[in-house]
């Protein structure tokens, strides 16, 4: 007798009850997970955004956030001021921190007036204004929280990523990446210029700060220069508001 | 091993030497060449590897008798991608900061030959117990050599090992730098990764000669 399992009916019907079975199974822990997921971003977001204006509670070597339990409050004391700037508008919006700069991307190519965060922060007397960015990486997206001071001098920056090789382009979220961006121009002779990262710049330990230029990782071309990238493609967006600061 | 019977027992030791996934096998070869340009990122690999083979190898044999085998592959596919992405959404929801290491490898896992291999090969032909068994020890013998090249790509290439800089700093010209070593850069590209793995190969065959074939 033929076996029961290689019948075509038999097939079909498992394959239909394996999708469904799957299918509700996942659904059900997405939906389920949901908030938790939520709320988890959030708090990262604030974790990041504190992070680049330097209150953190890094250690040598390695950088790590605030804890969860903190943030809420930290946030609170630390940034003064949410802005949307949008166009020649400045606004000031309590929940800009959980505007999704991905979706402004898409819906500033769509040809609408794209709404940027800004975050000014407040520390032992120094304003900070910090800006996300977003860009691409070699396999998927890569972003960045820069905290900088009014003349555009980077202050601090944390970078993360979504699928970059470990060991190599993952490595653009390690402290002997990012703190090279602390003290690094912007602007060049008045203009914006970006940050380039360069290899063989014949400044390994990052010395000259206003050259444009911080040291790229070995291995990992493509992620650096995505991160060039997005700093002059979205940072550049910023110009105007600093302009009218002064 | 008094827990196990003689057969089972070599189920977990056999894949560690003598049948080793990668060396012997020449199964995940891929994901040994992507991420073990450190070592934290291959102990990572490997823990993943070890829980996802081990729980999947279980669902499978659990199934072995219901599974249609025109479509069998589909369904070991499925299975061990739903696993996966659920075990993600579980991390993400309550371990977030883990999830964050480990969604790298999420797509990794799911296309690994290691896994897909020992469904077919074991869990579709034997039971719960012994397809555990299969799981971890496949899964450990996979995972060991993916931390003997870590350590030696991340040791060579970078310098550190876990990040901790064993050797001394490149930049400020400490330790063994001092004498004018450097880090050989081509160890962390992919490359490398393939002729680490062939040295063990050939350190393998020649203790164990009766591995050679012809």
């Known amino acids: 007798m033929e076996n029961r399992t290689d019948k075509n009916s038999y097939t079909i019907l498992f394959a239909i009850g394996m999708v469904l079975i799957v299918g509700a199974l996942l659904a059900f822990a997405a939906s389920s997970l949901k908030p938790n997921i939520d709320e988890n971003k959030r708090l990262e977001k604030q974790q990041n955004i504190l992070y680049a204006m330097g209150v953190n509670e890094n250690e040598e070597g390695s950088a790590n956030f605030v804890s969860t339990a903190d943030a809420p409050e930290l946030f609170a004391k630390y940034i003064k001021k949410q802005l949307v ?76 990523h979504k699928g970059e090789t470990p060991g190599l382009g993952a490595n653009i979220k390690q402290r002997f990446f990012m703190d090279d961006f602390i003290g690094e121009h912007l602007k060049s002779n ?57 | 091993m ?63 008798n219901i599974i249609p085998s025109k479509i069998r592959i589909i369904v070991q596919l499925v299975v061990v991608a739903a696993l996966v992405i659920i075990v993600d959404q579980v991390l993400k929801a309550f371990a977030y900061e883990l999830s964050k290491t480990l969604s790298v490898f999420v797509g990794l896992i799911i296309t690994n030959c290691i896994i897909m291999g020992r469904f077919e090969a074991f869990a579709l032909g034997n039971g719960p117990w012994r397809s555990f068994l299969d799981g971890i020890g496949n899964a450990a013998g996979y995972g060991l050599i993916l931390i003997i090249v ?65």
Do not use: H
């Open chain 1, 85 to 160: 700037i949008q166009g020649d508008k400045v606004t000031e919006n309590n929940e800009a921190y959980l505007i999704d700069v991905k979706k402004e991307q898409s819906s500033a190519k769509a040809g609408n007036e794209r709404r940027l965060p800004l975050f000014v922060g407040e520390k032992d007397g120094k304003t900070f204004y910090i800006a996300p960015i977003r860009g691409k990486g070699l396999w998927d997206a890569i972003w960045a929280y820069v905290a900088m001071d009014k003349d555009m001098v980077v202050q601090g920056a944390y970078f993360d």
């Open chain 2, 2 to 64: 008094g827990l196990l019977s003689k057969k089972d027992g070599k189920l977990i030791t056999d894949p560690l030497a003598d049948n080793n996934p990668i060396t012997i096998q020449v199964l995940g070869i891929c994901s040994a060449l992507a991420i073990t340009a450190e070592l934290k990122a291959s102990i990572v690999m490997a823990v993943s590897v070890l829980f996802v083979l081990g729980i999947g190898n279980v669902v499978i044999s659990l199934m072995r």
């Open chain 1, 190 to 246: 008045g203009k914006f210029k970006g940050i380039d990262v360069a290899k063989g710049n014949a400044d390994p330990k990052n010395i000259d700060k206003t050259d444009n230029e911080v040291d790229a990782i070995a291995g990992a071309t493509i992620t650096g220069n995505g991160v060039a990238a997005m700093i002059k493609s979205d940072l550049k967006l910023y110009v105007s508001y600093f302009e009218n600061l002064k």
């Open chain 2, 150 to 214: 870590g350590f030696f790509r991340e040791l060579l290439g970078s310098g550190t090992l876990l990040g901790f800089k064993v050797l001394g700093d490149p930049i400020e010209k400490t330790g063994l730098y001092s004498i004018g070593y450097e880090n050989n850069g081509f160890m962390l590209l992919s490359p490398m990764a393939l002729i680490v793995v062939g040295i063990i190969i050939w350190v393998q065959r020649s203790r164990n000669t009766a591995l050679i074939e012809d």
